[in-house]
């Protein structure tokens, strides 16, 4: 069980810059859905840049996270979607 | 080589499109991988799946196999394409249907 708020700090931690939200979607804790934001994803594909992710997340995603739906954006494609 | 990971490596090669999930295709056991059979049945390609709830090793091994921490994983022509979220992703831009089409019209490459 994990505080969505907590979730965020932990990517934002881990990848410096980033700009991060996360949504607890069922309010159980460990249903989560995230956003993040990081110029560390330019040039690389979704694959890479979801293993950016989970590798900050580290032992969180293996122990405390059951689900997270990720989405993961360059700053230029975060200023298109608005 | 360890028993699991030859029944992974079997399954890839032996799956033009391999999908390790929760439960099989009919009764899948967990909605993020009844959401990615949809969107291939949506496509109406053939696939493979390989039930990692019966296969406690495969689905143990198959997380650092990927470097992927997560069920569902799809493989397609041998290549690891992503889990649920980015197979949605990638249905929606339309990039999943080329990618399935372009590995259909020629023999994969090994």
Same mark, same amino acid.
């Not at chain 1, 607890?24 to 804790?29: E, L, R, V």
């Given at each position: 069980m994990m505080e969505a708020s907590v979730l965020q700090q932990i990517i934002e931690r881990g990848i410096p810059g980033a700009y991060v939200e996360v949504r607890?979607?069922?309010?159980?804790?460990d249903h989560f859905e995230a956003l993040v934001v990081s110029d560390?994803?330019?040039?690389?594909?979704l694959v890479e840049r979801h293993q950016v992710v989970y590798a900050a997340l580290g032992d969180a995603m293996r122990?405390?996270?059951?689900a997270l739906a990720l989405k993961t954006l360059t700053p230029a494609q975060h200023q298109n979607r608005r | 080589m360890s028993e699991a990971l030859e029944r992974i490596q079997s399954a890839i090669s032996g799956n033009r499109i391999c999908i390790f999930m929760k439960?099989?295709?009919?009764? =899948?056991?967990c909605g993020f991988s009844a959401a990615t059979i949809q969107i291939f049945e949506e496509i109406g390609t053939p696939y493979g799946t390989v039930d990692v709830l019966s296969d406690p090793e495969v689905r143990d091994q198959i997380k650092a196999y990927s470097n992927? =921490?997560?069920?569902p994983q799809v493989y397609i022509d041998g290549k690891f394409i992503g889990g649920c979220d980015i197979i949605r992703e990638l249905h929606e831009t339309g990039e999943l249907e080329t990618i399935v089409k372009s590995s259909s019209a020629q023999p994969a490459a090994r």
């Open positions: 607890d979607t069922t309010g159980g804790g560390k994803f330019e040039g690389k594909g122990e405390a996270v059951h | 439960g099989n295709r009919n009764f =899948p056991q992927w =921490p997560t069920i």
